[in-house]
């Protein structure tokens, strides 16, 4: 795992609290973006509450680092004098949410599929069949906070999100020209967006 770069180091106030479905795709997508992804895949269910996926073409994940990837640093000074604050992110999702991540490097012959548990350990492995780069699935997002979950009790909340979501993958998209970000919600795409070409279509969002 590479030391903290700059770009990776970010203030402690923006520290990986895990309020929002538009939360855990921003952590994602930066994850992506620092892994030198160029496409990025957004996919959501009911809002996000079903699942949240995000696929990116990056460098995937080395399979030494794979058990530290989610794992709290403060659970571990060792890692903590590692690593830094890196694995918040992952793991304070895993803490919100079930939580699946697939990755493939460029010397590995296939991917591999993870399951963590809530405190980002892995549960279990298997192989599966992804190109390149890395998967990370959250699903039943705030099953044990139903307090949270309340505060997307109606339709208006739940459309704000989605909106919300989009207007940052319409930042990220104009500071990274060369990404593809596609953002898709029940298998409605709400956003194609090629950079490249400075093409996007209109907002399907209702
Ligand atoms: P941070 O981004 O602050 O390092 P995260 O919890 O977001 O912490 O990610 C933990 C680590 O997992 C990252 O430092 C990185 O090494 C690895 N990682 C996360 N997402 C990806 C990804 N999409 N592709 C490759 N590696 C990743
Ligand atoms: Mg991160």
Redesign the pocket.
């Known amino acids: ?2 030391q ?1 770069s700059a770009a ?3 203030p402690l106030s923006n520290s ?1 609290i895990i309020t929002s479905v538009t939360s855990v795709v921003k ?2 997508i ?3 973006l ?4 160029t496409s990025i895949d957004v996919r959501l269910e009911n809002y996000g509450f079903d699942k949240i996926e ?1 696929q ?1 073409n ?4 080395k399979a030494v ?1 794979v058990p ?3 794992i709290d640093s403060h659970e571990d000074l060792r890692n903590l004098a590692t ?11 895993c803490s919100v949410a079930e939580v699946l ?1 697939t ?1 493939r490097t460029a010397d590995d012959d296939f991917s591999t599929q993870y399951v963590l548990d809530d405190s980002g350990h892995i549960l279990s492995q298997k192989p599966s069949h992804l190109g390149q ?2 998967t ?1 699935t959250a699903l039943k997002l705030f099953k044990n906070l139903p307090v949270r979950k309340q505060f997307y009790s109606t339709a208006k909340k739940c459309k704000d999100e989605l909106k919300k979501i989009q207007a940052l993958l319409t930042s990220y998209g104009i500071l990274k020209h060369d990404v593809r970000i596609v953002f898709v919600h029940n298998k409605d795409t709400v956003r194609r967006c090629h950079l490249r070409t400075r093409k996007s279509f209109p907002e399907l969002l209702g």
Do not use: W
Request: charged share 25%.
């Open positions: 795992m590479k903290l990776t180091v970010r990986q952590e994602l930066e994850n992506s620092d892994a030198g992804a995000v990116d990056g460098e995937g994940i680092d530290v990837m989610a690593y830094g604050f890196q694995g918040e992110a992952l793991g304070s999702i991540i990755t780069g890395k990370v």
